[in-house]
């Protein structure tokens, strides 16, 4: 998954694209636009995190069936519904489907802009949870296997003491393995590193 959180943006309406655009780009920020909901489902990668203003009322398919198209491959993608047209029950429909907010057009800039950098600031914090599981297992699997062990007495609740009498070693040896357990998953204390550990499975 790319570590980054693209905005995307679905209308018919080619100025209103065009503004929409040059909105974000005044505060630095690039928007990617499809003037069919067609179009996106079918270039849009589900691997990548982003956040998608989409207008309700699309030639073809609509922005309702495109929500519905991308259920069960849209982990990472977060949709803003925008439009001038939409009953109540459309708003409730969207929202229950797990749209973030559902704006009636004309919709403020900043409001927008806002809701924007509230759902990316939230992708992000997910993106790099992501990241630090990721590296947590990847550290994990670099435990020897008598490490591992260890590691799984010790998940077990067992203090070295005992661990040791199990594993028929000293208990010298057994906080040997607990150092050098923390040293590679780079933890500070068994206390944490079982708690992140335990959040894995």
């Not at 409001?111 to 949870?129: A, F, I």
């Not at 594993?167 to 040896?173: G, N, Y």
Request: glycine share 6%; hydrophobic share 40%; aromatic share 4%.
């Amino acid at each position: 998954m790319n570590n980054e959180v693209k905005i995307y943006a679905v209308d018919d309406n080619e100025d209103w694209l065009d503004s929409i655009q040059w909105l974000f780009k005044s505060v630095g920020k690039e928007v990617e636009v499809f003037n069919s909901a067609q179009l996106f489902f079918e270039q849009y990668d589900p691997a990548q995190a982003g956040c998608l203003i989409l207008d309700v009322r699309i030639p073809g398919m609509s922005g309702l069936q495109l929500q519905k198209a991308l259920e069960g491959r849209d982990r990472n993608l977060r949709i803003i519904f925008l439009s001038g047209h939409a009953t109540v029950s459309t708003a409730v429909s969207a929202m229950k489907a797990g749209a973030v907010d559902f704006l009636e057009k004309p919709v403020d800039d900043q409001v927008l802009l806002d809701k924007v950098q509230e759902v990316q600031d939230e992708l992000m914090q997910n993106l790099e949870k992501i990241g630090r599981t990721a590296d947590l297992e990847q550290r994990l699997k670099a435990l020897t296997i008598r490490e591992q062990e260890v590691l799984q007495q010790l998940l077990a609740g067992h203090s070295s003491k005992v661990i040791a009498q199990n594993l028929h070693v000293s208990t010298r040896t057994i906080e040997t393995h607990r150092g050098n357990i923390l040293n590679k998953t780079g933890v500070p204390s068994v206390v944490e590193l079982l708690a992140k550990v335990k959040n894995l499975v």
